[in-house]
């Protein structure tokens, strides 16, 4: 019997695109690693091909799909791949592979390292299940001990993430160096109490990104987009997402539920039918720079700004520019939107900044804080009342502003 079994395992393996693991004797063990098994029917398989892993818990590290193969778990609480607890990568992925419907488990006490590694492109990670992670999936880097690393087209979608270790610098996804990175209907959710991750989903340098239909919550900064100096961000696009519940990181004291911290170049990115909600201690959503950086052409139309301890929107600097806030509504905050430290060539248009929700009014509705040298902008058309100090305060010392027709 044991000839017959091991001649069936070389014709599958050489023929079939679809193996089932028990054909290679992969057997899920919590205390025994399972890693040499799983690669050998990994390596085994033809471009193109899938290893599929019954219910169990199978100990890997370091375990590596070749380009075009995937792996795929009878469903993302049935197939759990447990990682050792030291920082040690759990899977990486290599051009065109694929990882499915099944449960990426950094174990209790991960204070370092990825669960999951980009490392090719046309990379899918498809409704997975991530528990337990520093960071759940890394793609992409601007350094490392081969040099940079750039992936195209990284897809993560309908995954879950939950149970984050709670370290500085650790969030679910970074998209480091990537060009059309595409991130859609996940959840992730953070601790109930205490200190949050850093962040939700991180992007540093890349051409093109769509996250769409995600709700992101107790994640401190939900959405980072910090281009180092030298770096840049173009055409991100946001639709339909909840960057919610922001709190203290181990990092950060007061985050805001989404923000754009740029040393390098933040440019034509796009937020639509997004929520920006519920900041313990910062704003919905931040934009800013630092040295150098630049934030140029953002566009928000029809975002809400609920219930957030410092403002709705804070749009802070002279080196941001060319913004847009269409419609939507702010409420429950201290200012509704607030446009600081010189921001310029801006125009907020159609917005209701109030009472909205049932969640109280903003102490200022529309904020230009005084003496801020913000210049060539438009606020107009816009609903204010019922906020509690004033509806729109203008403080900007530029010439060259309409301030009119508001409500």
């Known amino acids: 019997m044991a000839a017959k079994k091991a001649a069936a395992v070389q014709v599958e393996s050489q023929n079939l695109p679809f193996v089932i693991g028990s054909a290679f004797n992969i057997q899920p063990y919590l205390e025994t690693e399972s890693t040499a098994a799983i690669q050998a029917a990994l390596q085994a398989i033809p471009y193109g091909g899938t290893l599929m892993l019954g219910p ?48 990426v488990d950094g174990g209790d006490t991960r204070s370092a390292g ?20 520093y960071i759940a999936i890394t793609a992409g880097a601007l350094s490392g001990p081969t040099g940079p690393q750039f992936v195209i087209n990284p897809q993560v979608r309908d995954c879950n993430f939950a149970f984050p270790q709670v370290y ?76 919610d519940s922001s709190g203290p990181t181990a990092s950060v004291s007061a985050p805001s539920s989404a923000a754009i911290i740029a040393g390098g170049g933040v440019y034509n990115t796009q937020f639509s039918n997004d929520w920006f909600g519920l900041s313990r201690q910062g704003s919905g959503c931040l934009v800013t720079t ?87 902008y438009v606020i107009t058309g816009n609903n204010t009342y019922g906020n509690t100090s004033v509806g729109i305060y203008d403080g900007g010392t530029g ?3 309409v301030v009119a027709n508001n409500l």
């Open 56 to 103: 169990g818990t199978y100990r890997v590290s370091n375990l590596t799909l070749p380009p075009g193969v995937s792996l795929v778990g009878a469903g993302p609480f049935a197939t759990v791949l447990l990682g050792r607890n030291t920082g040690e990568t759990i899977v990486t992925l290599s051009d065109a592979s694929s990882l499915r419907n099944l449960k």
């Open 168 to 243: 500085s610098g650790g969030g679910a996804a970074q998209f480091l160096h990537f060009s059309n990175a595409q991130v859609t209907g996940c959840v992730v959710a953070g601790p109930e109490a205490g200190a949050q991750p850093d962040f939700g989903l991180r992007f540093q340098n890349g051409d093109t990104a769509f996250v769409s239909n995600n709700n992101i919550t107790v994640h401190g900064q939900a959405l980072l987009i910090d281009t180092p100096p030298g770096f840049n961000i173009y055409s991100f696009v946001s639709s339909s997402n909840c960057y």
């Open 290 to 376: 630092y040295g150098t950086g630049l934030v140029d052409g953002v566009a928000f139309t029809g975002c809400q700004f609920p219930g957030n301890k410092q403002n709705g929107l804070t749009m802070s600097g002279s080196q941001v520019l060319n913004w847009q806030v269409t419609g939507g509504h702010s409420e429950g905050n201290a200012s509704g939107i607030a446009a600081q430290a010189g921001t310029s060539r801006f125009t907020i248009t159609g917005h209701r900044a109030g009472n909205a929700a049932g969640r109280g009014p903003n102490n200022i509705g529309i904020n230009v804080l005084g003496g801020s040298p913000s210049n060539h």
């Open 114 to 133: 990825f669960s999951v590694v980009v490392a090719g492109n046309g990379v899918v990670i498809d409704s997975c299940t991530f528990y337990h992670y």
């Open 399 to 401: 010439t060259h502003k």
